[in-house]
């Protein structure tokens, strides 16, 4: 198995849904906390209207403070999701390392996410990312929708390959599929990532799982099974779209590296610091996460088959 590479979510699809907002000086404690547990890409925020998304209204701050010589770590990607060009103007007078951006295969998700069909959305997408593309940054496209969609039910596979065929005709290689919904299942997600990658071996291909129906290791682990490397996830299992029917939280960052370390993987990466976070992050929302190693405890010894 190739090295997995995690890509942390928390701060953007992680608080998006949350109605208390956090402060920077929180966010900045617990974006410290993420890079000393030596995650690879985190994901600081979106550049959306922050009368809109008033969770995300720092996210140009965050950026600014994480550039600064003092606290600028050259071992971790600081990643940012773009929605439209206004978005990409910000995100470069910031200093973004990688841009996020994507398209829905569910027309009634894309409609209301964005305002937008599918076709027009992607046609501005890709425009956004061959530019970003050609000032030298990184870029991830991603299928949003792709797995089921709570308003429109199962999505054809094939509508999600026609999105990432277009991805890959115009020099788009790093694409992610979201399980937006929550609704994909292992066999379903070794399928599709098979497919992709008999469109193009050289594809990056990342994962965004949601746990809403309990499937969110179990469908990394099929897609860790077919070469997948780069997987998204929130500290605490926080997160959920605020434009699908049933909302709820990703993959769980701390889960996921203990299980890594479970197959003597990523042993580099602190799971206690993250346990730490989701603790920090529990008290400060004062509920239950949905992760489960920061209350059971890690265990400390690898699987030897």
Excluded at 13 to 26: K, N, T
Aim: charged letters at 25%; aromatic letters at 8%.
């Amino acid at each position: 198995m190739n090295e997995i590479v995690i890509h942390e979510v928390g701060l953007r699809d992680g608080l998006q849904m949350e109605r208390q907002v956090v402060p920077l000086e929180h966010k900045i404690r617990w974006i410290k906390t993420l890079i000393e547990a030596r995650v690879d890409i985190i994901q600081l925020g979106s550049f959306v209207h922050p009368e809109k998304v008033p969770q995300m209204a720092d996210t140009d701050k965050l950026f600014a403070f994480f550039k600064e010589p003092d606290h600028r770590s050259s071992q971790v990607i600081l990643s940012g999701l773009v929605l439209n060009e206004k978005g990409l103007e910000r995100g470069e007078a910031c200093g973004v390392d990688m841009y996020c951006m994507g398209v829905s295969a569910s027309e009634t998700h894309s409609r209301k996410n964005t305002g937008m069909s599918t076709d027009e959305a992607l046609q501005r997408i890709t425009a956004m990312a061959q530019t970003a593309m050609k000032a030298g940054k990184k870029v991830q496209v991603s299928v949003q929708s792709a797995f089921g969609c709570g308003f429109e039910g199962a999505i054809p596979h094939e509508r999600v390959l026609t999105i990432v065929a277009k991805y890959l005709q115009v020099g788009l290689k790093n694409i992610s599929l979201a399980d937006t919904a929550g609704h994909a299942q292992p066999y379903q997600v070794r399928r599709m990532f098979e497919e992709i990658l008999k469109l193009d071996p050289n594809v990056e291909c990342t994962c965004h799982f949601h746990n809403t129906y309990g499937m969110g290791i179990a469908n990394c682990v099929a897609a860790m099974d077919v070469g997948v490397r780069y997987f998204e996830s929130s500290f605490a299992g926080l997160g959920g779209c605020p434009f699908t029917k049933v909302a709820a939280g990703n993959v769980c960052t701390e889960d996921f590296v203990h299980f890594l370390h479970r197959l003597g993987k990523r042993q580099e990466i602190d799971v206690e610091k993250l346990i730490m976070l989701a603790k920090d992050v529990a008290m400060f929302f004062n509920r239950e996460m949905p992760g489960l190693v920061y209350k059971t405890g890690p265990l400390r010894t690898a699987t030897t088959n």
